[in-house]
C-alpha cells in the first residue's frame, strides 16, 4: 500500500503569510494527489487536483506542485476565512485505492 | 445545481442495522463514481468505498470491505452505504462524494455529511 505523510500536522501563522503543507507518498505516485480544505463542521472541499490545478471557484492564492513523491501546497497569503484543516488525498488507480493524508490543522496566530 | 444530499442523523444501538443514504441532482448520476469517505470524531478522513450507478460496480478499501455494503438505485439517483450490526466503534461522520471527471481521482462534489452515533 501507498502510505501519505503530510506534514506539519498543525500550523500557525499570521494573515498575510506565506504557508507551506508537504505531503510525501512511500513510491513514486506521479501527478495523483489532490488537496482539500475542511473547516469545522464542514464538508471537505477539493481545491487542487492533479497536483496542481487550480479547482474551478477557489482563489488563486491556492496553489500546489511537485510530482513523484514530493508534493507541497502553498497560500501565497493567509487569509482569516483560511481557517481550516487540509488533507491531501492520492489515488491509485490499480486497485484503486484513495488515501488521505493526515491532515494539517491551521490556525491564525 | 450540482449536488449531493445525504440522510439525516441516526442513533442507533450495538448490533442493530443502518442503511444512509446520498442522494445526486444536477448532473448524470449513473456516469460519475460515488464514494464514501469516513471521518470519526475529532479525526481525520478515510476513504471507505465507491460505487459507479450505472452499472453498480463496486470497489472498498481493504479496511472496510466485510465491514459495509454499498449500492445504489440509479432509478431515484441514490447511493447508499449499510451496515448489518453497527459497533460503538462506527460511530463517525459519514460523507458521500463525486469523483471529478477529468482529474485524477479528486472527489469534487460533497454531501453534507451523516452524523452515526453507536451507543448503548
Known amino acids: 500500500d501507498i502510505q501519505m505523510t503530510q506534514s506539519p500536522s498543525s500550523l500557525s501563522a499570521s494573515v498575510g503569510d506565506r504557508v507551506t503543507i508537504t505531503c510525501q507518498a512511500s513510491q513514486d505516485i506521479s501527478n495523483y494527489l489532490n488537496w482539500y480544505q475542511q473547516k469545522p463542521g464542514k464538508a471537505p472541499k477539493l481545491l487542487i487536483y492533479?497536483?496542481?490545478n487550480l479547482e474551478t471557484g477557489v482563489p488563486s492564492r491556492f496553489s500546489g506542485s511537485g510530482s513523484g513523491t514530493d508534493f507541497t501546497f502553498t497560500i501565497s497569503s493567509l487569509q482569516p476565512e483560511d481557517i481550516a484543516t487540509y488533507y491531501c488525498?492520492?489515488?491509485?488507480?490499480?486497485?484503486?485505492?484513495?488515501?488521505f493524508g493526515q491532515g494539517t490543522k491551521l490556525e491564525i496566530k | 445545481e450540482v449536488q449531493l444530499v445525504q440522510s439525516g442523523a441516526e442513533v442507533k444501538k450495538p448490533g442493530e442495522s443502518l442503511k444512509i443514504s446520498c442522494k445526486g441532482s444536477g448532473y448524470s448520476f449513473t456516469s460519475y463514481w460515488i464514494g464514501w469517505v469516513r471521518q470519526m470524531p475529532g479525526k481525520g478522513l478515510e476513504w471507505m468505498g465507491i460505487?459507479?450507478?450505472?452499472?453498480?460496480?463496486?470497489r472498498y478499501s481493504p479496511s472496510f470491505q466485510g465491514q459495509v455494503t454499498i449500492s445504489a438505485d440509479k432509478s431515484i439517483s441514490t447511493a447508499y452505504l449499510q451496515w448489518s450490526s453497527l459497533k460503538a466503534s462506527d460511530t463517525a461522520m459519514y460523507y458521500c462524494?463525486?469523483?471529478?471527471?477529468?482529474?485524477?481521482?479528486?472527489?469534487?462534489?460533497w454531501g453534507q455529511g451523516t452524523m452515526v452515533t453507536v451507543s448503548s
Open positions: 460505487i459507479y450507478p450505472g452499472d453498480s460496480d463496486t
Open positions: 462524494a463525486r469523483l471529478a471527471a477529468g482529474t485524477k481521482g479528486g472527489f469534487d462534489i
Open positions: 488525498q492520492q489515488y491509485d488507480n490499480l486497485l484503486p485505492v484513495y488515501t
Open positions: 492533479d497536483a496542481s
